[in-house]
């Protein structure tokens, strides 16, 4: 790495102070990802030495450097390189990631941090779905009978388990799985983050840990450390976690919870091997903890995986089951249900009424004659249809387009896909030049709770708001862009534009 140091060319008869040069020059390196976060930067001394300089200019430059948050010190360590793209920024009012991510996960993309999306953005960063799938007229005639049937009612306060009606309905989805569950374990939610906030106000105190996957969902990780938790990681494997880890973890920290989202994982689009569920919930019950199964999108299985949930393998009734509408239907409609084990219904029920009282009474009686009428199975089935397209379209120009120096896998289904990139690949050089060709997707070290592992490089792409159209051009033009940055020399100062 010293040869990326021993680079740098500053001008002596310049204009330009030298401090002003070298702090230029350490920021285009930082931004183009050829310094990786938390690597730490020559000392002072050291870095005067290679360049031929006076020490204060590199004291002057790292100091600037440290009040723009490009790099921090660790007092008796020396200087680390920041994770530029984790710093707060201007926040778009309508950034494509704004359904994954929190205001701490804000990602300097380009100029201030701000993607402008319109009609030529392929949106490989979004795993939602776009308005005009959404089945609007069918859900108006819905809205419409419930108004003229149940008058004011339909704004009265629904029970915090529920509507009950709706708790039925939801049942009938589940009527041919593995699941087992009664009327009074459903409890109906404002989408699964609410299902998530519930827990943990249930659950958690101040300092307790809780273990989760790595990578895993962002947005699980936000809340969790708002209630003060302290998170363990757990390495995740292609066929699930590491055990020897999570048992590790279990033994030392005795946490309350265990995160998982076991089939079609966000973000790596990975499932737990039958054994791997097994194992989770044997240790679960050995060491007197909760499990959290996020059933994230499960049922948009394109390849016949049969992946069992883990509620459905839990004997000893140790499993929250979240289950969010939100990818099939309107996520704006913030609707979802929980399966709870009996011995947390109570402080489950106390948490929602303290929370919200109940979900919108309106919204639940909508949803339950839109399933009893059913129009949920019809969605389903075209939404089915639409991603599976969509999954194999882009795996297809992958296999085609992507250099053997990347990976992936095929997860089988959900609505995401994992590149691995080669180690000090540019990831932030190749946000901003997918930007400019209107292309976005989500980084990988977003999606973990502290500083992604520097062996690891990582993007995520999600096809759920990718018009099929868009995919095959898209991922060719992405992967030249890839192919690109990886045959090209990094230490290169004026990093070419494509």
């Known amino acids: 790495m010293l040869e990326a140091f021993k680079s740098i060319a500053l001008k002596k008869n310049s204009d330009s102070p030298l401090y002003s040069q070298l702090y230029n020059k350490l920021k285009e390196m930082l931004e183009a990802g050829i310094l990786l976060p938390d690597m730490k930067l020559p000392s002072v001394r050291s870095m005067a030495a290679i360049l031929g300089i006076n020490q204060i200019t590199v004291v002057t430059a790292f100091k600037q450097l440290e009040n723009e948050g490009y790099v921090y010190k660790k007092p008796g360590s020396g200087t680390y390189a920041a994770d530029v793209m984790m710093k707060t920024v201007e926040r778009a009012e309508d950034g494509p990631l704004q359904d994954e991510l929190y205001l701490q996960d804000d990602l300097a993309f380009i100029n201030n941090g701000i993607i402008k999306l319109d009609q030529n953005t392929i949106n490989f960063a979004s795993a939602t779905p776009t308005p005009d799938l959404f089945p609007v007229d069918n859900f108006k005639i819905v809205l419409n009978e419930v108004l003229e049937r149940d008058k004011g009612n339909a704004f009265s306060y629904q029970d915090s388990h529920g509507y009950y009606p709706l708790r039925e309905s939801v049942s009938m989805l589940f009527k041919n799985s593995d699941l087992e569950f009664s009327l009074d374990n459903i409890q109906i939610i404002s989408g699964a983050q609410q299902g998530l906030d519930l827990i943990s106000k249930a659950l958690l105190r101040q300092g307790d840990h809780i273990i989760t996957e790595s990578p895993t969902y962002t947005g699980a990780i936000a809340l969790f450390k708002s209630r003060g938790a302290r998170i363990l990681d757990v390495q995740m494997d292609t066929d699930g976690p590491d055990l020897d880890i999570l048992e590790l973890n279990l033994k030392q920290h005795r946490p309350r919870i265990i995160y998982t989202i076991p089939s079609f994982q966000n973000p790596t689009g990975g499932s737990y091997s039958m054994e791997k569920r097994l194992a989770v919930l044997e240790l679960a019950q050995l060491y007197n903890c909760y499990i959290i199964e996020d059933d994230y999108v499960s049922d948009l299985d394109f390849e ?21 509408f939100s990818k099939i239907f309107m996520p704006g409609l913030r609707l979802g249900f929980m399966i709870v084990p009996s011995a947390l219904t109570e402080n489950l029920l106390t948490a929602k009424h303290i929370t919200d009282i109940s979900t919108s009474g309106l919204i639940q009686r909508a949803f339950d004659l839109y399933i009893r009428k059913g129009y949920w199975d019809k969605h389903f089935n075209f939404m089915y249809k639409i991603y599976k397209e969509r999954y194999e379209k882009t795996t297809e120009a992958l296999t085609q387009n992507l250099d053997s120096s990347f990976s992936f896998n095929r997860p089988g289904g959900g609505l995401n896909l994992w590149l691995g990139l080669p180690y000090g690949f540019p990831v932030n050089t190749l946000v901003k030049h997918a930007a400019d060709h209107n292309i976005v997707f989500a980084p990988g070290r977003i999606f973990y709770s ?49």
């Open 304 to 324: 016949g995986r049969g992946y069992k949930p883990l509620k459905a393998l839990d004997k000893y009734n140790r499993v929250i089951f979240i289950k969010s």
């Open 450 to 498: 502290g500083s992604a592992p520097q062996t690891l490089n990582n993007i995520r792409l999600s096809f759920a708001a990718v018009y099929t159209g868009q995919i095959e051009a898209g991922i060719e033009k992405l992967c030249f862009l890839m192919n690109r940055l990886q045959n090209t020399d990094y230490t290169q100062r004026n990093f070419p534009i494509l």
